[in-house]
């Protein structure tokens, strides 16, 4: 854990980047502290206006809206993702695990 000035600092560039691009948003751990931390990411870049990529494997909203804990606030944190983001399906084999690729390497 960073100290909480440190933290501060990381949310506020998280905050105000130019663009920001959330890799495989719900397989991180729902703890109620990273709600939070993505509804106070989300919150402040809907209001900033700021260019945001989200990518995820749900393929639903109310998927989505489950994994963050469902209710009002996997509700709000879905809803303004959605205002930042225009949602755009990609379907397609897992390229890391192609022809020729063993995906237990690695894992022994």
Known sequence: MLPSGHLCELMD?????????????????ATEWAREVMLIIVSARLAGDRQTV???????????????GGGQEGMRIVSR???????MRMEGQDWRLGPGKDPSIGLR
């Open 13 to 29: 560039l998280v905050k105000q980047a130019e663009l920001l691009v959330l890799d495989d948003l719900g397989a991180e751990r």
């Open 54 to 68: 989200a990518t995820t494997n749900y393929a639903t909203a109310g998927e989505l809206i489950e994994r963050f």
């Open 81 to 87: 993702l959605f205002g930042l983001c225009a949602p």
